[in-house]
């Protein structure tokens, strides 16, 4: 039995119950891996797979057919946090012989909203009292006692500062716990030069153990003319072009070799 996994959409990061931080990821990509997967082992006359799909509450999703169904299982996640926990989680009970990591997720999660004018007066007080020390004034601006309460309605009526910590990275969870999986990683990066693209994609690579990646840049992404390049051992090996060429090709450099 082939596990194959793939993530899908944008993470959501809640602010206070009625706002959200975001990002303009589809899941569209996601979605074409999977259906790539589903005709690649119909054409091949294959039953001994199933698909894991972990995407988000806003990703893209169509029906399957009933022939399709009982080869697919749907996980879904909200925020960075959630798809840490069930990636962790699935790739310490299930063998995945092969991951597309396609999802986008946010690098930052909201800690805390306070209001300018109070802060400036914590800030202000704390200085008179402690000092400049530098830590003092760190750990003020990590956790102000200023702050709105936890899922408290965040007033519109003063300009506020909103504090921000880095999320737990989640690709790297993935060949920790499973280092036989074939991994799939996406860079995406905004202005840059093709070699450029190529050097941050080689990166991603060796950090996380990525077999391959597939890098683009983000004026270069649409449904139809959305392009990139893909990386294997640090070389260029397509250049697909539309979303639906890009998952037919990553899928099909991917399980290469593995018909018996």
Known sequence: MLNIAITAGGTSENIDGVRKLTNVSTGNLGWHCLEA??????????????V???LTETAYRKELSEKQKPFVEF??????????????????????DYFIHSMAISDFTFTYAVSVYELAQEICSSLVHLGT????????????????????K?????????????????????KQNNPNTFLVGFKLLKDVSEDELINVANHLAEKNECDMVFANEVSRIAERNHSGIL????????????KKQIAETIVREMIKGIES
């Open 52 to 54: 894991i799909y972990v």
């Open 154 to 174: 965040i007033s519109s009526d003063d300009n506020i500062v909103m504090g921000l910590k880095r999320t737990k990275k989640v690709i790297p969870v993935i």
């Open 231 to 242: 990386i294997k051992s640090g070389e260029i090996i397509a250049r697909p072009v539309g």
């Open 75 to 96: 996980i879904s996640v909200t925020d960075a946090e959630s798809v840490y926990d069930a990636v962790d989680k699935l790739t310490k009970t299930v063998p995945i």
């Open 133 to 152: 020390d530098e830590l003092t004034v760190i750990e003020l601006l990590e956790n102000p006692m200023s702050r709105y309460n936890v899922n408290e």
């Open 37 to 50: 997967v589903l005709d690649y082992f119909e054409t091949k006359k294959r039953t001994d797979f199933r």
